[in-house]
């Protein structure tokens, strides 16, 4: 009796394990799609003249940038190595292979973000500016540790 | 009978050597040939950009785009180039090439020792540069920071690893004509039809191959295979990009990032790294010239599971 809770336990702790690693790689997807939205749909959208300047917009896309930076780092443990997500990109065995390289891009990434926070974006010029150092720092990563489907 | 049979046959085989020596002979461009040049750096720098030296010949895991030392290994269907140093180091690099060796191997692809380089350098495409684009070039890389370390040499198969081969390759595929301006085009259209088709070589990734590794012209900027293993390129052509605007395709250029907010990734982050470094009017100018490419279907993708 007593063996086969045990086991029970252990098997629903593993699967609750599992169920957990794939929640982070959820997280990762959602926090990854919200900062493309950000950067893409919102400050890149009007540093390239399709929206109008709006600052309570950009104010607002730039804290959310600045939450999501602080938990990045977090989103990618090692026991979710190998696991693959719903969209058409997954994280690279990679990054469990050059660790301390990825963590330094992820800390790069979150310098940058907290230096656009921290000096804030008053109008046009400046964003013009920062949305390419920005979009930078994405693909500087994504080079070597996004990979594609298909 | 005999004999006369087998003279006739070494008269043949003989003969067809020489001809295949003949049709696989490496065009030299000599010292002689090139007009008083004085270089333009500046404009020099451009051209480095984009044609995207840094990205194959820059040396692995370092930031550094002006260090030349290659050694980055190319993982192709043919077997594994090992990109050679390119910096301006006179033992390993190209610090001992006159001007008139530079020009040869970027143009037409033959290395200072009257060798075929292999077509993973896109000499294909660098053929139709301007010479003056390509001498400012050499200047330029003369100004960089040499670098010492030889790559290892590439791991190719037979018979791809016989260099007198990609003569006929060249003769099959590569365009010789120079590149010439559109009339009826806009000078801004020709600059950027210019910088895509020559020194850009856009197609040599965004264009399917044939088993000879020679772009399909029919399907040229229609997407493929990832000739560097992995993945696919995508069709860059209006069949694909219908929905990008001049806007969109020249931020993407500076910035990796795409209309939809997703960024670049794999090689093409690589290639922002060049592109970024390029001015506003380049950018726009190949834009205009990529917005402006008929719709042309690709080969079918593989299904992702």
Sequence with gaps: MKRMFVTVAAVLLGIGAVYAQQDVVNQRQTSMKENGK?????LGAMAKGEKPYDQAAVDAAIAKLAENAKTMGTLFPE????????????????????????????????????????AGIKNLDALKAAVPTLGKQCSGCHETYRLKEG | MMRRLSILAAIIIVAGFAVYW???????VAASALPAHTPDLSNGKTAFN?????????????????????????????????????????????????????????????????????????????????????????????TLPPVSGAAPAHEIAFPFNIRRNVGI?????????????????????????????????????????NAL????????????????????????????????SEKDIAYFLESGLLPDGDSAGGSMASVIKNTSQLSAEDRTA??????????VEGPARPKSN
């Design chain 1, 38 to 42: 950000n950067i893409g749909g919102v």
């Design chain 1, 79 to 118: 026991n979710t190595k190998g696991l693959k997500a719903d969209g058409k990109y997954s994280a690279s065995p990679k990054i469990w292979e050059n660790r301390a390289d990825f963590d330094s891009h992820v800390a790069s990434y979150t310098k940058a973000v907290n230096e656009v926070s921290a």
């Design chain 2, 22 to 28: 003949w049709l696989t002979m490496p065009v030299v």
């Design chain 2, 50 to 142: 984009i044609g995207g030296c840094s990205s194959c010949h820059a040396v692995p895991n370092q930031p550094d785009r002006t260090r030349l030392g290659g050694g980055l290994p190319l993982t192709t269907p043919f077997g594994i180039f090992h990109v050679p140093n390119i910096s301006p180091d006179v033992k390993d690099g190209i610090g001992g090439w006159s001007e008139a060796q530079f020009v040869t191997a970027v143009l037409e692809g033959v290395s200072p020792q009257g060798a075929h380089y292999f077509p993973a350098f896109p000499y294909a495409s660098y053929h139709r540069a301007k010479l003056t684009d390509i001498r400012d070039m050499f200047a330029y890389i003369k």
């Design chain 2, 169 to 209: 390759w060249k003769l099959l595929f590569m365009e010789r004509q120079p590149f010439a301006a559109v009339a009826g085009q806009s000078p801004q259209w020709n600059r950027g039809a210019y910088l895509v088709n020559t020194l850009g070589h856009c197609a040599e990734c965004h264009s399917p191959r």
């Design chain 2, 213 to 244: 590794g020679g772009i399909v012209a029919a399907q040229r900027f229609a997407g493929g295979p990832n000739p560097e293993g992995k993945g696919w390129v995508p069709n860059i052509t209006q069949k694909n990009l219908d929905d990008w």
């Design chain 2, 286 to 295: 190949m834009a205009v010239y990529l917005k402006s490419l008929a719709p």
